[in-house]
């Protein structure tokens, strides 16, 4: 298992760019796919982006082109850069990372404010 701690949320402003980070407590490179997940009240969670341990990344429709994850293998840790964040953003932002099991971070809440 894998244990993950993310940072970098609060209150930003329509069309902000904040960037959340996702540490892993075990080297990254060995990890298949780390990403990133959201939530809000009341409805299931929705798919963010996500990238592989060769770098392959995907996004999530609502995001496309408006968010770019990363990684810093040297760091073990993955970014999310936000942009033209817009109040729809707004939900607890959950970092994941799949190894032998499926692992969560606690989350981290974005609030986006028009």
């Known amino acids: 298992q894998v244990q993950l701690v993310e940072s970098g949320g609060g209150l930003v402003q329509a069309g902000g760019s904040p960037r959340l980070s996702c540490a892993a407590s075990r080297r990254i490179f060995s990890i298949n796919a780390m990403g990133w997940y959201r939530q809000t009240p009341g409805k299931q969670r929705e798919f963010v982006a996500s990238?592989?341990?060769?770098?392959?990344?995907n996004y999530g429709e609502s995001v496309k082109g408006r968010f770019t994850i990363s990684k810093d293998n040297a760091a073990n840790t993955v970014y999310l850069q936000m942009s033209s964040l817009k109040p729809e953003d707004t939900a607890v932002y959950y970092c994941y990372a799949a190894f032998v099991s499926l692992s969560w971070g606690q989350g981290t809440q974005v609030t986006v404010s028009s």
């Open positions: 990238i592989t341990s060769a770098g392959r990344t």
